[in-house]
């Protein structure tokens, strides 16, 4: 069975600076991992996503997430933060052979004060 | 490009009645079709998934059925539905490793 992990409910930052949104994996196999991202009363929206290679992977809107193995861990961060990243990022796994089924994590609430 | 179509966005029914919500993939061929319910504004349940016309799998028991009766429409239904049908359901389809959502569509059963 696949599982995901968001430890944090909220995360609170203010604008310019870094965030992080943690997420923690287990699956058998390799993992193929995810990061999406929903605004009130919207679907998810594609952000990017680790499959093989390089363990820092660049996506959407100056996100970028690490894949680290050993920690079995996947963090989606940014450089600095704008109040438009307010949103609920959820983070997802599947494998090789999991045709595609995705298991997401509960969500965590990104909140970008001025 | 490749186009997810989900609707109605929003329906009201009253306990019992049936249910259809409709999904259509544009710009592509023989998708994965997916069917997520996010309740609490949080967790998303896959409910059915499809690899191919009439193919549905079912992932939990429950008051719903799911049909693919054309390569790119999925559509989700219920004979008689319950108050805890209510929810957000997102249809889905995968390109390249990588699972897309429609805009989803909220379903309040009163």
């Known amino acids: 069975a696949q599982s995901v992990a968001q430890p944090e409910d909220q995360v609170n930052v203010a604008e310019g600076n870094p965030l992080t949104v943690k997420c923690t994996y287990s699956v058998s196999g390799n993992p193929y991992l995810f990061w999406y991202v929903q605004y009130p009363n919207r679907g998810l929206q594609f952000l990017l996503k680790y499959i093989t290679g390089d363990n820092l992977v660049k996506g959407s809107y100056g996100f970028e997430a690490e894949f680290n193995k050993s920690q079995t861990s996947f963090h989606l961060k940014k450089p600095s933060a704008l109040v438009s990243d307010s949103a609920l990022y959820f983070c997802a796994v599947t494998t090789t052979g999991g045709g595609n089924k995705l298991t997401f994590g509960t969500g965590t609430q990104l909140k970008v004060e001025l | 490009s490749q186009t997810i179509h989900q609707w109605p966005a929003t329906l009201v029914q009253p306990v019992g009645s049936p249910l259809s919500l409709e999904c259509t993939v544009e710009g592509t061929s023989n998708p994965n079709l997916y069917w997520y319910r996010q309740a609490a504004g949080r967790g998303l349940q896959l409910l059915f998934y499809s690899v191919g016309i009439g193919q549905i799998s079912s992932e939990v028991p429950q008051n719903l059925s799911a049909s693919r009766p054309q390569d790119r429409q999925f559509i989700l239904s219920s004979k008689k539905l319950l108050l805890s049908d209510s929810g957000f359901y997102l249809c889905?389809?995968?390109?390249?490793?990588?699972?897309?959502f429609g805009e989803g569509s909220w379903l309040t059963v009163v």
């Open positions: 889905a389809w995968t390109s390249r490793n990588t699972i897309y």
